[in-house]
């Protein structure tokens, strides 16, 4: 019951406080995440919008939004003015896209300790340039980081990815440290994480992509977090969920799970995160703060994975 309240009370504080004089800053290299599946509708931006807005707590973060729908980007992008109106407060220059385009990019500032890089559908084509090339290098995105010495300025980068393969993701997983592999119970989801495994390991033993060491460029780990999974709503559902559970119970892989609850669809219909909304009146029941225990969990594992990445 202690550890339950302790729980509860942490939560409260990171929605709600956010002051930049209690948090714990760290004191090592910056780290890179990159949130990703092949497979579409798993979650990859909610998973991605959720860490990134926890690691703010406890440092700078750069989150780039690299999925052409720009699901994250609408997270944070839509804002009140002073008239009370909702407007669009990211301009050109915060365009992700701008790195491959090579113009000026700036980070917006979103929230204390959090920057974003903008995603819109004319990502797309940047994608289609890139891949028809004649000189393809999925090494543009690892090389920006360095030029930009994004080190000097943050303490994580989080990544939100697009489903497609390609020569732009395989820049993503280059210059990462880590990347979530986003799971799920269904065969497509699981073979959609399973299919970032196969790329990792295929991008580690490409001799083509090796230092003047002669040692792999590919460093990046790769740990599988299982996403929506359902504790109710319908036996199918449910059935899938334990048969997932115990198939990767003792697989190291798998470093933890997020559970399907409405806040998450909540949240993104209003354009907020979790964090933003999780204190509303209607979340306040036991069972979600069961829940909120739980999630809080997961996000310290993920964040203990990512700084031993």
């Not at 365009?95 to 990502?123: G, H, Q, W, Y």
């Amino acid at each position: 019951m202690i550890i339950f309240l302790c729980t509860k009370i942490i939560f409260q504080y990171i929605s709600t406080q956010k002051d930049k004089h209690n948090i714990i800053f760290q004191e090592y290299k910056m780290k890179t995440v990159t949130s990703t599946s092949l497979k579409g509708g798993v979650g990859k931006s909610d998973i991605a919008t959720i860490i990134a807005d926890f690691l703010s707590y406890y440092g700078r973060v750069l989150l780039i939004d690299a999925n052409r729908q720009g699901d994250t980007s609408k997270r944070f992008i839509y804002q009140e003015n002073e008239k009370g109106e909702t407007v669009n407060i990211s301009s050109e220059e915060n365009l992700f896209e701008n790195i491959f385009r090579k113009k000026p990019v700036v980070p917006l500032t979103v929230k204390e300790n959090l920057d974003l890089l903008v995603a819109t559908n004319s990502l797309k084509e940047v994608e289609e340039h890139i891949e028809h090339k004649e000189r393809k290098s999925p090494l543009i995105f690892k090389r920006w980081i360095k030029r930009a010495k994004l080190s000097d300025h943050y303490d994580y980068t989080v990544i939100d990815t697009h489903n497609s393969e390609g020569v732009l993701l395989d820049n993503f997983y280059l210059a990462s440290d880590l990347l979530i592999a986003v799971a799920g119970s269904g065969r497509d989801e699981m073979d959609g994480a399973i299919g970032v495994y196969n790329r990792a390991e295929a991008l580690k033993n490409d001799d083509n992509l090796v230092n003047d060491d002669d040692e792999p460029i590919m460093k990046a780990k790769v740990a599988f977090v299982g996403n929506l999974l359902k504790s109710g709503g319908g036996a199918n559902g449910i059935i899938a969920t334990n048969e997932y559970l115990e198939q990767t119970k003792n697989n190291d892989l798998f470093i933890t799970n997020i559970w399907e609850r409405n806040i998450f669809r909540d949240a993104k219909e209003e354009n907020k995160t979790v964090l933003d909304i999780m204190n509303r009146p209607k979340y306040r029941s036991k069972s979600y703060e069961k829940y909120f225990s739980k999630l809080q969990e997961s996000l310290e594992i993920i964040k203990d994975n990512i700084d031993k990445a």
